[in-house]
Antibody, heavy 117, light 107 residues
């Protein structure tokens, strides 16, 4: 059974930091392109960042460059998103996604990040 | 940036009817790296179609995708009650990866 189990969300003040994690099982993580996608309350889906199989290639949404960092640990089958200098507008449910024929087949359960004072 | 425009914004249909959802790209989506997702309230998105026309594992054959270049369509041949949800198209052929704004399929 494929599982992507997310952790690390919560309430943080503006300017603060959070690290999201996504632990994968049930498919070959080290062979899979992985991504983070977010969804602000009542809004649509927005791509955050992606990372290739060995972590040598990363890409980010332009508005997030310099504040967010995607990384992976292929030994621990885990994906991470380090979020710094958080803003109110970063409030969203964050999903990890990857694997399968298209690299978008499997999704985590989502974790809520709330940026508020 | 490839902007994806979905239409209609809301589609009101009844179970048993046929649904046709459109996704238009501002630039050609190369190699048909176009996918469709279904999302229900409080749930993660579910991949339905990838490569414009390939059904994901476990997706019923009433769901089909078609199109190429800049015009893509998701068709649900006969709506089941569980199909009423929000549908997003998504391109992963060029960075930044983008999603359409969604079509809400309501009863």
């Amino acid at each position: 059974e494929v599982q992507l189990v997310q952790s690390g969300g919560g309430l943080v003040q503006p300017g603060g930091s959070l690290r999201l994690s996504c632990v994968v099982s049930g498919f070959t993580f080290s062979s899979s392109w992985m991504s983070w996608v977010r969804q602000a309350p009542g809004r649509g889906l927005a791509w955050v960042a992606s990372i290739n199989q060995d972590g040598s290639q990363v890409s980010y949404a332009d508005s997030l460059k310099g504040r967010f960092t995607i990384s992976r640990d292929n030994v621990k089958n885990s994906l991470h998103l380090q979020m710094n200098s958080l803003r109110v507008e970063d409030t969203a449910v964050y999903y990890c996604a990857g694997g399968g024929s298209s690299s978008w087949s499997y999704w985590g359960q989502g974790t809520l990040v709330t940026v508020s004072s | 940036e490839v902007v994806l425009t979905q239409s209609p914004g809301t589609l009101s249909l009844s179970p048993g009817e046929r649904a046709t959802l459109s996704c238009r790209a501002s630039q050609s989506v190369t190699s048909n790296f176009l996918a469709w997702f279904q999302q229900k309230p409080g749930q993660a998105p579910r991949l339905l179609i990838y490569g414009a026309s390939s059904r994901a594992t476990g997706i019923p054959d009433r769901f089909s995708g078609s199109g190429s270049g800049t015009d893509f369509t998701l068709t649900i041949s006969r709506l089941e009650p569980e199909d009423f949800a929000v549908y997003y198209c998504h391109q992963y052929s060029s960075s930044p990866i983008t999603f359409g704004q969604g079509t809400k399929l309501e009863i």
